[in-house]
């Protein structure tokens, strides 16, 4: 059975697996950032053989890898995974949590495969010499540690292709034997591996996994190398695939490790929070100063106005350090059906972080105006349902901003006029003890938008994250 990808842009690869197990990849017209880099790529990866793709800075080895992993896991999730630099590491996580989010992640469970002979994390980590690091902090490692690190995500991966994007760079010579033996048992098992390297492999004399072919890029083509090959055909299995397929994470099973995630990486976040309670506090400070009790209106609506605006000012940076060190590409491989998730997760800690930090300081303008016991309820009370109605609009709007790579302050700017219904009905519920009516039916509005945000959020998320890596 031939699996074809479905049709494509011409500058996207068109990958299919053939009976007898090669991949084939056509790629028209290879381009980055709007520049052609190659033109008519074609190349075949058997299972059971590494092939090496060579190239100048800039010739497009990176973006070819990147290319081919989006293609393959759009065919099947799961299917190929890329290795690079960054692998989604956050440096406020320990060794430990970061391998463990990887292997409940890419469908391992806290157990690797038995073909690992290890019983836990602990094993990969005493494989990858990094055993007395695993309760220290992943931004305390050197560059070697952390590319050791990055092999031990190979280790819980049950991908069948290996994208390795310069895997040499920062490992020693020890770091480069332990990567030679994991591709030699990746390939005895069926799979496949594609490398690209300024290094020609194996790096060191001796053993080493087998080469099957070098692809070149040189001018405006990838082209097969005349250095000699170093394939040995007894290293290839005869199934075509040994390892265990992807297990697809369920909708809930995604959202709990992304809450997980979060609750782990809470501190790092808060300071975004502080500055925003900062701006608030000084604003509400100001309020109290130039207003007087019989401008309490006045005062209400500078209120919402501040509130909206010290919410609006961390925007940018809820998913910018996601994107940036490749978990949302990561994602997006292994398990795209979890991003909208995933999303969900995020939104739901920005939203407990803004209601837990902003509404204290918005007790200080109860203090300053002196309400009274109920007006000072439903203040707060309508200051936390903002917030909730909120948060999904700016959800989709962070996301939005890493889609247009700079347009950051024309998207909040567009982005002001769409919460004008969230300060109209927060304000008319602030003020509905002073002319005695219910702040039920406002309050109740402003829930209404944040489930139908949240609702409608989620797919619109998760396309948008998909666009975020193509």
């Given at each position: 059975?031939?699996?074809?990808?479905?049709?494509?842009?011409?500058?996207?690869?068109?990958?299919?697996?053939?009976?007898?197990?090669?991949?084939?990849?056509?790629?028209?017209?290879?381009?980055?950032?709007?520049?052609?880099?190659?033109?008519?790529?074609?190349?075949?990866?058997?299972?059971?053989?590494?092939?090496?793709?060579?190239?100048?800075?800039?010739?497009?080895?990176?973006?070819?890898?990147?290319?081919?992993?989006?293609?393959?896991?759009?065919?099947?999730?799961?299917?190929?995974?890329?290795?690079?630099?960054?692998?989604?590491?956050?440096?406020?996580?320990?060794?430990?949590?970061?391998?463990?989010?990887?292997?409940?992640?890419?469908?391992?469970?806290?157990?690797?495969?038995?073909?690992?002979?290890?019983?836990?994390?602990?094993?990969?980590?005493?494989?990858?010499?990094?055993?007395?690091?695993?309760?220290?902090?992943?931004?305390?490692?050197?560059?070697?540690?952390?590319?050791?690190?990055?092999?031990?995500?190979?280790?819980?991966?049950?991908?069948?292709?290996?994208?390795?994007?310069?895997?040499?760079?920062?490992?020693?010579?020890?770091?480069?034997?332990?990567?030679?033996?994991?591709?030699?048992?990746?390939?005895?098992?069926?799979?496949?591996?594609?490398?690209?390297?300024?290094?020609?492999?194996?790096?060191?004399?001796?053993?080493?996994?087998?080469?099957?072919?070098?692809?070149?890029?040189?001018?405006?083509?990838?082209?097969?190398?005349?250095?000699?090959?170093?394939?040995?055909?007894?290293?290839?299995?005869?199934?075509?695939?040994?390892?265990?397929?992807?297990?697809?994470?369920?909708?809930?099973?995604?959202?709990?490790?992304?809450?997980?995630?979060?609750?782990?990486?809470?501190?790092?976040?808060?300071?975004?929070?502080?500055?925003?309670?900062?701006?608030?506090?000084?604003?509400?400070?100001?309020?109290?100063?130039?207003?007087?009790?019989?401008?309490?209106?006045?005062?209400?609506?500078?209120?919402?106005?501040?509130?909206?605006?010290?919410?609006?000012?961390?925007?940018?940076?809820?998913?910018?350090?996601?994107?940036?060190?490749?978990?949302?590409?990561?994602?997006?491989?292994?398990?795209?059906?979890?991003?909208?998730?995933?999303?969900?997760?995020?939104?739901?800690?920005?939203?407990?972080?803004?209601?837990?930090?902003?509404?204290?300081?918005?007790?200080?303008?109860?203090?300053?105006?002196?309400?009274?016991?109920?007006?000072?309820?439903?203040?707060?009370?309508?200051?936390?349902?903002?917030?909730?109605?909120?948060?999904?609009?700016?959800?989709?709007?962070?996301?939005?901003?890493?889609?247009?790579?700079?347009?950051?302050?024309?998207?909040?700017?567009?982005?002001?006029?769409?919460?004008?219904?969230?300060?109209?009905?927060?304000?008319?519920?602030?003020?509905?003890?002073?002319?005695?009516?219910?702040?039920?039916?406002?309050?109740?509005?402003l829930w209404g938008l944040g489930s139908l945000g949240f609702l409608l959020g989620v797919p619109v998320a998760r396309r948008l994250c998909v666009l975020v890596q193509e």
């Amino acid at each position: 059975m031939v699996m074809t990808q479905p049709s494509r842009p011409v500058h996207q690869p068109n990958c299919q697996w053939l009976p007898s197990g090669q991949l084939q990849v056509k790629w028209p017209v290879l381009q980055a950032g709007g520049v052609e880099l190659a033109r008519n790529i074609e190349m075949t990866l058997p299972a059971g053989e590494l092939c090496q793709v060579r190239g100048s800075n800039g010739c497009g080895k990176s973006t070819f890898l990147k290319g081919l992993a989006n293609a393959l896991n759009q065919m099947a999730p799961g299917q190929a995974l890329l290795l690079n630099t960054t692998m989604g590491f956050r440096g406020e996580l320990t060794v430990l949590q970061q391998l463990a989010l990887h292997a409940s992640w890419l469908g391992s469970s806290d157990a690797p495969e038995p073909k690992l002979s290890l019983g836990s994390l602990d094993g990969v980590l005493e494989q990858l010499g990094l055993m007395d690091w695993r309760y220290e902090y992943v931004a305390t490692l050197s560059s070697g540690q952390t590319a050791r690190l990055g092999l031990g995500v190979l280790l819980l991966s049950p991908a069948r292709v290996w994208l390795l994007d310069e895997p040499l760079n920062t490992l020693d010579h020890a770091g480069q034997q332990l990567l030679d033996g994991l591709i030699k048992r990746h390939l005895a098992q069926g799979g496949s591996v594609l490398m690209a390297s300024h290094h020609p492999w194996p790096p060191m004399a001796g053993g080493s996994a087998c080469v099957r072919v070098t692809w070149q890029f040189s001018g405006s083509c990838l082209q097969k190398s005349e250095e000699p090959s170093l394939f040995n055909p007894h290293l290839v299995s005869p199934v075509a695939w040994a390892s265990r397929p992807a297990r697809a994470l369920g909708w809930a099973r995604a959202l709990g490790l992304s809450i997980q995630r979060d609750r782990w990486l809470l501190g790092s976040s808060l300071q975004t929070v502080a500055w925003s309670a900062l701006f608030f506090w000084i604003v509400l400070s100001l309020c109290g100063f130039a207003l007087h009790r019989t401008e309490l209106q006045a005062a209400r609506t500078l209120a919402w106005v501040s509130l909206l605006l010290a919410v609006l000012l961390t925007v940018k940076d809820w998913f910018a350090e996601d994107h940036r060190i490749g978990w949302l590409q990561l994602l997006l491989h292994a398990s795209p059906g979890s991003l909208g998730a995933y999303w969900l997760g995020r939104c739901l800690l920005q939203l407990l972080q803004h209601v837990a930090v902003l509404l204290p300081v918005a007790g200080l303008l109860v203090v300053q105006f002196q309400f009274t016991g109920s007006q000072a309820l439903q203040f707060l009370w309508a200051g936390a349902s903002g917030v909730l109605a909120m948060v999904p609009l700016l959800g989709l709007l962070s996301l939005l901003v890493l889609l247009t790579r700079g347009g950051t302050a024309l998207l909040l700017v567009l982005g002001l006029p769409l919460l004008l219904p969230v300060l109209v009905f927060g304000l008319e519920a602030t003020q509905a003890a002073s002319v005695g009516r219910s702040a039920l039916a406002p309050l109740m509005v402003l829930w209404g938008l944040g489930s139908l945000g949240f609702l409608l959020g989620v797919p619109v998320a998760r396309r948008l994250c998909v666009l975020v890596q193509e």
